[in-house]
C-alpha cells in the first residue's frame, strides 16, 4: 500500500461533525468542505455536518438523491423538529450507555413512526456518519483514497475502554482502514492551540504550569489538566487527569429551555411525546439564535396541535432572552464554593434513556475535579456551548474566586466547534513523523473484582493509570485458577482516581469513584489437554490504537497457551445459560430412561372417564418413577424429559385431553424458555410444532396454549411473541379477553414498546372500570405489573416503558381501595412498576416514588418492601422468582437486568 499523503481527523461528535487534514509533510491543517442536503432538492457545503440522520419518505426520496436511505446532516437537523420520530439524534452519546445493547436497533428511541426493521442500533448511526463523511472526502479527493490516509477519530476524554471499543467499531462499519487511531478530544483541542502557537514556550515559568481544557459540547463536558514543564528541545507536556463521564451539555441546556417554555403554556397542558420532541429540538434553535447575534428580546415558539391539520390546535409560548440567560447562568454555570460537590441524590432532566448528569451546574462538577490537584494557571476552551465569551469569563472568574483571585490566562480558541478535527489531524501528522507528542497513557485505571473480604468488596487493579500503549501490566492472584471449557467471567471497573495505584494492588470499592463496565469473559478451551483446570495469571495492556487488551495466561510453565477477556457488549443479546456439562441432573441414567419410557407409554394411551389423562396425573407418576417431588425437580432433569415429550408431539391429535395434557407438560418442562444449553434448540422444536396448528381448535386448546408460551415467554424472541398475539389483539383491548391472554400479553417483554404501551393504557382504564363495580381485576392488575416493570426478567432496558406511563396509572389508581380483595393485586403491581433501579431514563421522580411507597405501606406493604420504592438496593435472585405466575427451576439464577 502506498505511503499515507494526509494526516485525517474527524470529530465525531453529539451535535456536529467535522473533518480536517493536513498533508503529512507539514504545511497546516486544512477543512474539508461537506456537501449536504438543506432541503429537498436544495445542497449546501458546510464546514461541519449535524450529527442526525433522518428517513424520508417514500414520496419525499426523489428529492433528496433518489434513494430512501438515511440523509445525514442540516436539512436532517431540520426534520427533528418537525416529524422527530424519523430522526436520530445524539448517537454518540448512546455509544456510552452501558445499561443498553448498543448493537440493537432501538434508535429513534420510542419511535411509531418507523418500523422495527427502519430502526438503528448506536453503533450503525455512528457508522453512517462515519460513512458520509469518508464518501465526502473521496468525492474531493478521488486520487488520494480516504483508506490510504492516517485517520484519526476524537472521543470524549471520559469515555471508557468500552465506549472506545464500539467508536472504533462503528469505524469498522464505515469501511475505516484498521489502523485508524482515537484521540481525547481535549488533547486535540490543545494540539490545535500549539499547531497555531508553534509550541508551548509561552507558558513555561519557572514552576510547571498547568492548564485546564474545558470541553463542553452538544452531549458531554469533558475536562482534562495538562502540566507543562522546562526540558530540551522542546518542552514538556503531560496529560495529568481526566474527568469522569458526564453527559452534560448543549442538549442538556435544551431541555431546560423547553421545560421553562412548557410552563408558559396554558394550565394544564399535556404535550404528546412527539410534541415535546418539536419543542426541545426548536428550543434548541432559540439557544443558538440568543447566544448569537439575532437581535430582539422576546422568542416565540410555536408547537403544532394533535389534530390531522399541521396547524390545527397549535400552543403558542414566548420565552424572553433575559430568561434564557438566567436559565444558562444560574442553572448551568452557578457561583459555587471550592469544595463544592454535584448533587448525585436524583437524575436531572430526563429525555429519552440518556443517563444524563444528575446535577445541571457545569460548575460543581469542575470544583469536584479541581479538589485536591494544582492551581490553574491556563485555561482553554473548545466546544459550541462555551462559544459566547460571557460563559468563558465566568468559568474563569469563578476559578479565580478558588484561588484567591489568581485569575488563569485564558488562551484563545477562534473556533471552538473544528479545533477538535484540526487538532486530530495535527495529532495525525506528528505521530507518522515521530515528533515530539503530549505525554498521555492510559486516562483511566481498569480493576477487576476479587472474592469479597469481610462482607467488604474488593477491587484489584490490572491497568494503572497513566499505563502507556504496549506497557504489559501483570497480575498474580492466589489461588487464580481457570476451569477449562467453562465460561468465567469479571466484573470490570474503571476510574480516574487512584492515579498512584500499582497493577497488583487491591483497594476498596466505592460507588463514588469506581464505574461498572459491562463484564470481561471467556471460555477457555485446550485441545488434547487431559487437564480440567489451570493456574494462570491476568496481563493487560492498551495496544497502538488505544484499546484495551486483557489476557489470562498460563502459570504453568509446561503449558503455553493465553485466553483474551473480552467485555460482554451485548448483555440481552444472550441470555443467561447454565452449562449443563458439569451439572447432576439428581437421578440415575437408568431412572430417566424409565421416566421417559413411562412419559412415550402414557401419551400412546386413550383418555376414558375412568381413567382420563390429564397432565396432573401424568406428573404424578413421574414423581414416582423419578423418587422426587416436581417442585425438587432440576433445570438439568426437566429438560433431559423434554425428548421423550417432543418424540409424543404426534399423539396430540388423538383428543383434546392429550393435546392439553402434552402442553401442559410442555410449558412446565422447558420453563422459563432460556437459562440452560440447548434451550434455543428446544424453543425451535416448540415453534416448529405450533406451525402445524391445533390438533383441536377451540378455547380450551387456545387457552392452555396461552399458559404455555407464558411459561417459555423468555425463549421467543420479538417476531415470535408478536407473532402469537398478533390474531388476538382486537380481544386484548376490549372486553373479550380472557384473564390467560391478558397474563401472557404482560409475560411478552420484547413486544415492541407502542404496542406495550398501548396495551398499559387499555388495561389501566379496565381496571378503573371493573373497580367501580368490585369486579375482579386481578389478570390485569398482574400484567400492567409486568408492562410497567422497571427491571425486566429476560429483556433489556430499551423494552421499559417511560416512568410517565407508571405515573399516569398511579394518577388513576391512586383513589382507589389497595385493600380490597379484587386489587390486591395493585400492590405487587407498584412494588415492580415503581422500583428505584438506579436509572435515570427508568426511575420515577422521588416525588411519585414516595407517594407510591407511602401508599404501599398503608395498605400493609413491609416497609422492607416498600424502601425498594424510595431507593435503591440490588436486585435479588427472589425478585424474579415467580415473575411470570411460575417458579423457576431449581438451579437456574437469573442477573437482575
Known sequence: MAPSKYSIGIDLGTTNCALAYEPIEGGGTRILPIPQWEGPNSRVESETLPSFLYLPTAAEAPSLGGEAAWVAGRFARKQSAEVPGRVIHSAKSWLGHHVLDRSKPFLPWHSDSLTR???????????????YLLTSWNARFPSDPFNQQAVTITVPASFDPVAQKLTLEAAKQAGFPDDVRLIEEPQAAFYRWLEQHENADSLLSDR?????????????????????????????????AVSDHLLLGGDNIDLAIAHRVQQALPAGTELAPIQWSYLVARCREIKEACLGDVAGEDFTVSIPGRGSGLFGGTLTAKIQREDILTILIDGFFPHCAADAEPDRDEAGLREVALPYATDSAVTRYLAEFLQGRPRVDAMLFNGGTLHPELLQQRLIDQIASWQDGQAPLNL????????????????????????????????????????AKDSARQLVCILPHGAEPEEVSEVSLPDLTLILGRPVKFQSFSTTRHARTRAGAIVAWDPRSFHPLPPLQTTARLPGASIDSLPVHITASLNEVGLLNVLLVSADPEIVASWPLEFNLRPHDETPSIDTSTMDSGVDDETLKAASDLIGHYFRSSSSKKQKLTANNLLKKLEEALGQPKHEWNGLLLRSLWPALHDCSEFCSQSPDHEEAWLIVAGYLLRPGFGFDGDPTHMDQLWQLRANGPAHPGKRTAVQQWVTWRRVAGGLDHDRQQGILAPDLEKLSGRKASAELIRLAGAFEHLEVSLKAGLATDFTSRVVELAQTRQYCAPWLVALGLLLNRAPLYAGPSTVLPPEQVTEAYEKFRDLDWTSPELLEIQNLFLRAARVVDDPARDLPKAIRHQIADQLEKSGVAAVKADKVRSYLAMEATDHAGLFGESLPPGLVLAAT
Not at 125 to 131: N, R, W
Not at 215 to 238: N, Q, V
Open 117 to 131: 426493521s427502519e430502526h438503528l442500533s448506536p453503533i450503525e448511526a455512528s457508522a453512517i456518519l462515519l460513512q
Open 208 to 240: 510547571p504550569t498547568h492548564l485546564v481544557v474545558i470541553d463542553i459540547g452538544g452531549g458531554t463536558s469533558d475536562f482534562s489538566l495538562f502540566e507543562i514543564s522546562k526540558a530540551s528541545p522542546l518542552p514538556r507536556i503531560r496529560r495529568v
Open 412 to 451: 484563545q480558541n477562534p473556533e471552538p466547534t473544528l479545533a477538535v478535527a484540526r487538532g486530530a489531524a495535527r495529532f495525525g501528522s506528528i505521530t507518522r513523523q515521530k515528533l515530539q507528542r503530549i505525554e498521555a497513557g492510559s486516562a483511566r485505571a481498569v480493576y477487576l473484582e476479587v472474592a
